[in-house]
């Protein structure tokens, strides 16, 4: 049996205007794969990833790679989980893309040639050289999520943790995305509500809503439970729809 | 869009100042404000030295005058309210009144320019590296850079607000209608930048941050440094003590 990277036991989480944000969460993420965490509008999936790298402490158990989170391992566990958020601005406050992508590696304290060897290899990769100099601000928010991405990549993590990753994406610059992610061989957790990725990158689906897991299991299973997600305001993805369609002709 | 006194492009030119150890501009202008706020308000000489020491330096570190003179005219708003205050509410003989006023003039055009130069001739993240490496408590170095990257934010909220609002106005509003907007609007922006500032700090805890910004450069003290020292301290030292 594959080893659990993350294991959530009875999560429950409020937010401080009592919003109940999470009850009683569980489920585990093993090595290597690829899980997707689905779910409407305020489901809590966000709120539940920002709990794997302890930026949100809720009430039970958060374990990644057999250790429980606590103040005390934070830095060690950020390392070892990196995550993208929704929004790019969100991630980018530095005044230059090579200040960005080298606040991760600054933080750890690595020598200064290992820093710039990183950040110039990973911009590279993802088909960001020559802009180091650039400004965050001024670049497409394609760029800016590539970006992102390299800050946390980066940080070399052995899990990475993707919130919404294609949202807002046109369709050619979701596919290169597609790809980039298809490419990435770690453990990955993905929070989305485009269906579409979800049954091209994941083999895991967990349904969540009103913060609880409505159902888990493979996605092929998942996804073509029509009335499970309708009734969870979601849809069959188009490709599988169509893909059904063709069948019935 | 960029707050508006700091430009992160002023910081490109590769002047002489820009070159120098931040440790050593903070400290030397740091002095130079002690020595003109003690001046005594009599010692017009004084004020022209320190004016045209300013300029030299602004001259030498390639700062065009108009961006220094767009800084400066953003202190005005406040002598003149702290002027009209001393006006109405001080019951002073109008000669001592009038001395006051200058004090108050000269001594902040001259205390604003000294900072607009050190700004202006420091990256941002270099002047708080400066300030930890000279022993600034921590929480007030976290502060000024939270309160840097945040102004950037502000600004952008703000432009977004602007622009939805804009888009909804037709024109042809009474001033009052404008004013009793933009007081709906204000507790808005500083709501949406608290709740994006928030995001902010979670990707940065995220990423490893503790409390403390780090950047790649290191600061070494070398002979031009040492020699700027001297040279700026012997000058204002006869400045303040010979003049």
């Known amino acids: 049996m594959n080893e659990r990277v993350i294991e959530v036991e009875n999560l429950n989480f409020s937010y401080p205007d009592k919003t109940i944000a999470l009850r009683n969460m569980n489920f585990s993420v093993s090595r290597g794969e690829s899980l997707a965490i689905i779910g409407p509008n305020g489901a809590g999936k966000s709120t ?92 497409s928010l394609g760029e800016k999520k590539k970006v992102s991405l390299a800050t946390v990549l980066v940080l070399e993590p052995e899990i990475l943790v993707l919130d919404e990753p294609t949202i807002s994406l046109d369709p050619g610059t979701k596919r290169i995305f597609i790809d980039i992610y298809k490419d990435i061989k770690k453990t990955k957790l993905i929070a989305t509500h485009d269906l579409d990725l979800v049954s091209q990158l994941c083999s895991i689906v967990v349904l969540m809503d009103k913060g609880t897991v409505i159902a888990e299991g493979a996605c092929r299973d998942i996804l073509r439970n029509k009335k499970l997600l309708e009734d969870h305001s979601l849809e069959v993805p188009a490709s599988l729809a169509l893909n059904r369609l063709k069948r019935q002709e | ?41 009599h010692d ?45 509410f001080e019951r002073n003989p109008f000669s001592e009144n009038l001395d006051i006023l200058w004090n ?16 202006l001739t420091t990256e941002f993240y270099h002047l708080v590296q400066g ?66 500032s928030e995001r902010i700090y979670a990707s940065m805890l995220s990423r490893g941050y503790e409390g403390k910004i780090q950047t790649l450069s290191f600061f070494r003290l070398g002979k031009r440094d040492f020699f700027f020292i001297f040279l700026f301290h012997i000058f204002l030292a006869f400045v303040v003590i010979v003049l």
Do not use: W
């Open chain 2, 44 to 88: 017009h000489y004084k004020f022209l030295v320190y004016f045209f020491m300013l300029v030299f330096m602004t001259v030498l570190s390639r700062i065009p005058f108009k961006d220094l003179a767009r800084r400066l005219v953003l202190i005005f708003p406040l002598l003149i309210f702290l002027a009209a205050s001393l006006i109405f």
């Open chain 2, 104 to 119: 108050l003039f000269v001594k902040s055009i001259l205390c604003f320019l000294c900072l607009a130069v050190l700004i």
């Open chain 1, 48 to 139: 539940l990833l920002l709990h794997l790298n302890g930026v949100l402490r809720g009430e039970g158990t958060v374990r990644v790679l057999g250790e429980k989170i606590s103040k005390e391992n934070l830095k060690r566990i950020r390392e070892k989980v990196g995550m993208v958020f929704q929004d790019p601005n969100d991630q980018l406050f530095m005044p230059t893309v090579f200040d960005d992508v080298a606040f991760g590696p600054l933080n750890l304290y690595l020598e200064r040639e290992e820093i710039e060897k990183r950040v110039d290899s990973i911009l590279k990769e993802l088909g960001l050289e020559g802009y180091g100099k650039k400004s965050p601000s001024h670049l």
């Open chain 2, 1 to 41: 869009m960029t707050p508006f006194f700091f430009s992160e492009e002023d910081n490109s030119r590769a002047s002489f100042l820009h070159r120098f150890d931040p440790r050593v501009k903070i400290i030397s202008f740091f002095f130079l404000i002690a020595a003109i706020v003690f001046t005594s308000s």
């Open chain 2, 131 to 196: 300030l930890e490496h000279l022993k600034v408590p921590r929480i007030i170095t976290s502060l000024l850079s939270f309160a840097y990257r945040y102004s950037f934010l502000f600004a952008q909220e703000a432009e977004r607000l602007r622009r939805a609002k804009e888009s909804r106005s037709f024109g042809n509003r009474k001033k009052l209608e404008e004013v009793s907007t933009v007081t709906h609007i204000v507790p808005h922006l500083f709501f949406k930048t608290f709740e994006r």
